[in-house]
Structures are given as C-alpha cells and as structure tokens.
C-alpha cells in the first residue's frame, strides 16, 4: 500500500475511534434518571447520571477495555430495577471483547421491591438461554432453576433515587451483603451493548488529512 493510502486509512482510524467505542442503550420511564457505571482493572470507576430522551439513554462507557465490572439502574414502566454485569473469566478485553450482546431488564413483579440482577457474563454468554420481554420466572434465596449465571439480590431497603444509591452498588462487596430475593421477577425490557459504526462525517474528517498530503506531494513533485 503506497504511503499516501496509509495516511488516509489512518487519518479514518483515528477521527472515527471515538465512535467505534462501546454504547449501551437502555428503556426508562419519561423524566427518569438513569444511572450507567464501571469499575476498571486498577480498582477506579465510572459513574454517569443520565436522563430519559426518546424512551431510554444511549451512553458510552470510556476505555471499555479495562472494565471489569458495570452497572445499570433504571426505572421503566414503573419499576425500579438495576443489574450488574461481572466480567470475571472474560480475560483482555474487557467489554468489547465481548460486545455486541445485549442483558434482560429483570424487575420484581411488584411495584414496590427493588432488584439487583448480577450477571457473571462468561457463563451468561456461553449458557445460550434466551430471554424474551414478559417472561416470568420465580426467584428461591436469589436463584432462578436452569441460571447457574443469575443472582438476583432484594436492594428495596435503597433509595430508588439512582442519584443517591448508584454509588454504592459499584461495590462488589456491597451487593453481596444485600438480602437474596424471593418473589417473582419479569423481563421488561433488554439492554443492548454494541459498537456503533462510524459516522459518514467523522469518515469524511478522516479522508481529508489524506487527500491534504497527497495534494502537497503533487505539488511537490519536479
């Protein structure tokens, strides 16, 4: 490949890096809050609260690579619910090795119980269990029978505020301290982790650089 053509794809490469970084896209309540966060492989984290456009938030966790573990909370249709997704057995990579895949909003049956859904996402991916939107399963001490994946935690002692509450539930060791539901839960919605493509602007950003530098070597030339 000439030089010049080098110069293009990589000007692409760089202007367009930003839009290939992951995206999470989550249903919630109009006027809602939504809290989306991580921890990273140095111990650090990320928390971002996010209000309700169009039906749902659509964010981008940054450097998805080192995540080892992240969290959601949302309030839809009504119902409070959150879920963590444990990366333990991913290896490098962090969440785009991983992506695109998407994780059932599970919510308690009852309006009044908030849930916390804890995914170990190696055994998740590797089950093949479809879940579908008004599915109903019954929860015995925080296990759901056939998802060895699945531990569902009974966090109706916490603020529904995501604002108050989304802090605390990037601590693994939190979470774990949490009751384990009884009761009945429901698929309300799915969240969707995926890599966008890049915009036709950002692509074209990226071509100029290139065409610049071939127009200087023309003009450059004896």
């Known amino acids: ?3 010049a053509m080098w110069v293009i794809v990589l000007s692409c490469l760089v202007f367009s890096n930003q839009s290939f970084a992951g995206t999470i896209d989550i249903g919630a309540d109009a006027g809602k ?25 659509r964010v981008t966790i940054p450097d998805q690579e080192n995540v080892t573990d ?41 309006d009044s119980q908030f849930i916390i859904a804890q995914f170990n996402m190696s055994e998740y991916l590797s089950n093949g269990i479809n879940f579908n939107i008004g599915d109903t399963f019954s929860v015995n001490n925080g296990q759901v029978s056939g998802t060895p994946f699945l531990d569902i935690y009974d966090a109706s002692a916490l603020s529904f505020d995501p604002d108050v509450t989304a802090s605390s539930l990037l601590d693994s060791s939190f979470i774990s301290s949490l009751p384990r539901f009884t009761g009945d839960i429901e698929v309300l919605t799915n969240a969707s982790f995926f890599i966008p493509s890049p915009s036709p602007l950002l692509l074209i950003l990226g071509f100029i650089p290139g065409m610049i530098y071939i127009t200087k070597r023309k003009y450059r030339a004896p």
Request: proline residues 3%; charged residues 15%.
């Open 1 to 3: 490949m000439s030089r």
């Open 70 to 110: 992240s969290i959601v909370m949302t309030t839809f249709q009504g119902r409070v619910f959150s879920f963590k997704l444990s990366l333990l057995g991913i290896g490098a990579g962090g969440l785009t090795s991983i992506e695109p895949f998407s994780v059932p909003g599970l919510a308690s049956t009852d």
């Open 33 to 57: 809050r939504v809290a989306i966060g991580a921890t990273y492989s140095d111990g650090s984290h990320f928390l971002l609260i996010a209000k309700e456009r169009n039906g749902g938030v």
